[in-house]
Every structure is written in C-alpha cells, then in structure tokens.
C-alpha cells in the first residue's frame, strides 16, 4: 500500500474532485467511510448533492474561518491511500480503520486529542480512499504533523502484514524523482516511451560514466546530441551548477524546460559529482593495458569480495562505480545486445544508492581499471564481453545481499531486476563466443585427461559438469590453458575453488569462463610462454565520446 501526501488551499475545490466523476469517468459510487467524529455530512448518500457538498467543505473549513491570519496558506492536507492490484478487496470499515491510524500516526488527528484536525475519508473507487483534512487544530493552532509521509508510510507497513497484503519495498527518500503524471502525458503525445527527466538522467549518468574530470564532464555532456545544457558560476568564476533540457521540449511559452542535475536524481547534483570524480583522480602512471577488457574484468570480480568485507560507506562507493560501468557498456556493445544492457544499467540506477554516504576513494583502484575499457568498443568474438557480464552477474548478486542486510528494500527490487535484464545480456553475448570454442575440439586423449580430473576435483559436480551442454567449451578452455603453457591440473583447481557452484545453471559454463580469466590474467611458465603478439593501438576517449554523441 502507497501514500501519496499533497498540500492545497481550497477545500471545496478537493471535496468537488472527491465526489466528482473523476478526470476520465473513474470515480464511481463517491461515499465517506469515515471522519473526525463519525458525524460529517456524506454528500455520496444525501438525496440533496450540492448543498451537502458545501455543508462538508464548511464543516472542513471551521477551524481554518475562525483562525484567521494565524491559519496556514495552504490548510488543505490530502493523502490519497492505494492498495497493489494484487490486494484483496477491502471493506469500508478496514479502510475506515487504516484512515484512522494514518491521521493518527500523522499527527493530522492523534487518537484521543479532542483538538486534534477535522478530516474525512472518502471512498470512490475499490482500491483506494483519499483523506482530506484542514490543517488548523480545535486550540486553532497549526497541526503537528513533520514528516507525515515516513511516519504514513512506516504504519502502511504495519497495516500490510496485519491484513495480509502485499508489502511494498519502502523508499529511503533517495530514488530520483518520479516523472509527473504531465512529464508522462508530454512523453506520450511526442511518441516517447521515457519521459523528458528520464532520457535526461540516461544521458546524464552515461556523460559522467566516461569523463576523468568535472570539466570533462560538462563538455562531454555540451556534446551530446540533443542535450543543452547551462553552467551556474559563482562571483569568482568556479562552477557553482549545472541545468539541461532536451533540444524541442519546451513550456507553454515556447522556451526550454531545465533540469538541474538534483532534479535528475540525489547523486547528479554537481557537488556530488565533483566530489565524485575528484576523489578518484589520476596522473596517468604507465602505457594501457594491451587488454583493457580483461583488466576491467578481473577488477569486478574482486568487487563481491570488497561489498561483503568492507565497511558500508566503501560498499556503496563499490556499487555507485558498477554503475558507471554499466552505465557505459551500452556505448560498446554490439547493437543487438544494447537495449538489455541499456534496462540493466537504467534499473541499477537505483541500487547505487541509499543512505549510506560513499566515500569514493575506495572505488580508486576499479575506477582505474575501468577507465581503459571505456576506450574500446566490443570486437572480435565477443568473449571479453561474455566475461566481463559473467563477472558482473556475481556483483549484482553481491549487492542484492549487502542491500538485504541493510534493509534496502527498493534498492533490493531494482537490483533483481537488473539481474534479469544482465543475465538475458549475458546469454546473448556468450552464445558466440562459447559455439567457437566448443568447435575446437583438442585430441580424445586431452579429452580423458581432463574427464578424469574433473572426477577428482569436482566429484559432487562431476556428473552434471559433463553432462552439460557447455562441457566441450570448458574442455577446449583447459585444452588452450595447455596450449599457453599453463599447467589445466592448476588451473581447474583454481577456477572450481574461486566458489561454489551450487547454485550454478551451468556449472561447465563458469568453469569456462574462470578458466578463461585465469589463463589470461596470469603469467605463463617463462620457458613455455608463447611470444607476445603486437597489439593495435588502442582507441582514446574521444571515440566513446562520439558514441554517446
């Protein structure tokens, strides 16, 4: 169950609304289930509408009359109180009961206060009732009620587990802000399925997810397609903050409608961001890694380990640089894979924050490595890709636990769903790469050999392992472990002791891609190492920057 808070300063014109047909018809059968004294006048069951109408709004509006100058401007408060799709119907008595605990918990009407405000709940429709009150005290004063909408929203998760219905994950007051339902409308009519705010904060998160600086940051973001954007500066010149607006959406005046980075989401202010990026800047210290992919994935895979041992503020600076990375694979991959890479990033969006404050300087080191597969779109076969999504999937799984523990309850939601999307990614980009290394199929003799070391090392999984379909992919990545110079013997017992597979879909799938990972991140034997071939030089920043353009 949500509760929607608003304030106003026409009583009559909420009470019309209530008992009104609604903005498309939807109201039907508007009645009181319950009120202040159990005595208000029901428009909804008197034979004479209109004159009772206004007898309720007058009834509303004593206190606020004889108050005067001292009652507040705005002495409407409007709760409006739904139920899931998914809830059982309620009777007009348990919605009677659930308006009165909300006043209560409120301070609207505290049980037991004879001063507390006059207020009525007023049903139209099955799955939801809306409580209008004045927000003036029978002492005349004005009601007590700061933070009416956690204290609501704390006892709508008391009411849910006591009737049985369904509990909604509880916000921490820092998901980004929520398009208006005319932001959707505006969308609509423009054949949009995003809202102006929600391509904004896209563009916005992708923009900071491949600048190095502040200042890189603005002009990447000046860069982009379809984005204006104009900086606020201080007296002294330094940048104070930044605002955007999508090139054609424009008010009623014709002018551009602005965002500031704070209206985009909490993390998206500049403040934030500069405290971002500053905290984990670098003088280059040596030439690229001729693999940027594969060090980008060895720094994610220490990721889980980090979130579950670290301290909480180092964790939440761990998952805020995931999500810059996610942020950022949508520009490199293939296009057939963008648009599940691109819901993947969109939905950890969420889970990258809460209200523990990160401090950024831990992520220093992924940050690093991350940045040099911000330069190189996804080429060859793809596998480098597969790996990085195997790896991710873990720190995914990683954060859904560490926000458990926390009791994040929408950061939890989003990052499953990021999961789902990650994971029909990950199928899609390892499809290729494991097909090709199923085709190198090594001697029977290698075959055996292998055959029998996954019986000693693995004897629980031995059966499932090469009864699954990616075994020939996994016996051609120990075949070409082999092949650099690698003892596979080692190599297997490192890859299967990395952690359980249990809970593995395809156990010989992860094999392979371990294996993979530790062939290529460690050194080969001196005297069985093959040459090092010359590598082309990497792409620089720039062309990430004309992707995102």
Known sequence: ?????????????????????????????????ASWDGFAPDPGRSPDFNATKKQLARALDLRVKQAGDRAPKRHVWHCSLRAAPEDRLLTDQEWADIARRVVHTTGIAPDGDPDGCRWVAVRHADDHIHIAATKVRGDLRPARHWNDYLTADQELASIEKEYGLRQVARGDRTAAQRPTRAEQEKAHRTGHQATARERLRVAVRTALSIATTPEEFLSILAGTGSVLIETQRFPSGDIRGYKVALDGDTNATGEPVWFSGSKLAPDLSFPKIRERLTATEEEPTGPRSPEPWHQATAAIERVPHHIDQADAEAAQAYLAAFGEALDTLPLLAPQDIRPQLRQAAIAFERATRSRVQAEHRHAHALRRALRGMRTQPVVGDGAGLAMFLDA???????????????????????????????????????????????????????????????????????????????????VAALAEAEEAGHQPERILQQALGQRSLE????????????????????????????????????????DSVRRLR
């Open 1 to 33: 169950m949500i509760a929607k808070i608003t304030g106003g300063q026409d009583t009559g014109k909420l009470i019309a609304y209530l008992y009104g047909p609604g903005k498309a018809n939807e109201h039907t059968d508007p009645h009181l289930v």
């Open 392 to 474: 991710a999937l873990l720190v995914v799984m990683a954060a859904i636990r560490w926000h458990q523990l926390h009791q994040h309850d929408q950061q939890v939601a989003a990052a499953r769903q990021t999961l789902v999307h990650l994971q029909a990614a990950y199928a899609q980009a390892a499809a290729a790469p494991l097909t090709a290394f199923a085709h190198r199929r090594p001697p029977r003799q290698t075959i055996e050999r292998i055959t029998r070391q996954i019986h000693e090392g693995a004897p629980a999984h031995a059966r499932q392992i090469l009864d699954d379909p990616a075994w020939g992919s996994l």
């Open 503 to 542: 809970d593995a879909r395809s156990p010989a799938e992860v094999l392979t891609w371990r294996v993979l990972r530790l062939t290529r991140r460690q050194a080969a034997p001196e005297r069985t190492r093959p040459p090092v071939s010359r590598v082309p030089r990497q792409a620089d920043t720039s």
